[in-house]
């Protein structure tokens, strides 16, 4: 397994933006594929983005598309997810996750951070 921390997350206004970063240790960190979920209160936990070990491939929600960039360092064995023109609907709280398989589903990865809270004010 590999452990993840997420930071980053904070309070902004609705159009502003927010970088989160996911360090990890454990596990090489460029054999993983890496993932952004989120939580918001009474909602089951979404598919925000994905990244592969190279790092040329990714995945993003619908909801996200456009606006949220994910990258990865694997020098740093970090993860990071570049948050633009933040609405009120993203207010949840983000985790980072690691798998073997470039997947929207979060049963299929297998390491989990304690997540951080982002939230939009209007």
């Known amino acids: 397994q590999v452990q993840l921390v997420e930071s980053g997350g904070g309070l902004v206004q609705a159009g502003g933006s927010l970088r989160l970063s996911c360090a990890a240790s454990?596990?090489?960190?460029?054999?993983?594929?890496m993932g952004w979920f989120r939580q918001a209160p009474g909602k089951e936990r979404e598919f925000v983005a994905a990244?592969?070990?190279?790092?040329?491939?990714?995945s993003y929600a619908d909801s996200v598309k456009g606006r949220f960039t994910i990258s990865r360092d694997n020098s740093k064995n970090t993860v990071y997810l570049q948050m633009n023109s933040l609405k009120l609907e993203d207010t949840a709280v983000y985790y980072c996750?690691?798998?073997?398989?470039?997947?929207?589903?979060?049963?299929?990865?297998?390491?989990w951070g304690q997540g951080t809270q982002v939230t939009v004010s209007s």
């Open positions: 996750a690691a798998g073997k398989f470039f997947s929207r589903d979060p049963t299929l990865y297998d390491s």
């Open positions: 454990g596990r090489t960190f460029s054999s993983i594929v």
């Open positions: 990244i592969i070990r190279a790092g040329y491939t990714t």
